[in-house]
């Protein structure tokens, strides 16, 4: 039979590291500025910061910032993961 695994705090840590590694890796003049979520979107005001595609670019503007606590981060899951399974 299949086991399943219920969603716990670590799991859900583990989603959100993998989302904002997906978001830190999003090259900004080639995929984000053809679609209208690139930083020059906000400073143009062509998007309110206050919206939520707004803020969308802001998280995704602060990820591709904290690039190297993300490197550290995924690090530091690596090692659990090969500690304790």
């Known amino acids: 039979g299949s086991r399943r695994h219920p969603m716990t705090l670590w799991t859900f840590c583990q989603s959100v590291l993998l989302l904002f590694n997906a978001f830190a890796i999003l090259n900004e003049p080639r995929f984000l500025e053809k679609r209208g979520l690139g930083q020059s979107s ?13 803020q969308l670019i802001g998280l995704i ?11 550290v981060l995924n690090a530091l899951v690596i090692f659990v993961k090969m500690v304790f399974g």
Do not use: E
């Open 42 to 54: 906000l400073t143009s005001g062509y998007v309110s910061a206050t919206s939520p595609r707004g």
């Open 61 to 71: 503007t602060a990820t591709q910032y904290m690039r190297v606590p993300l490197v």
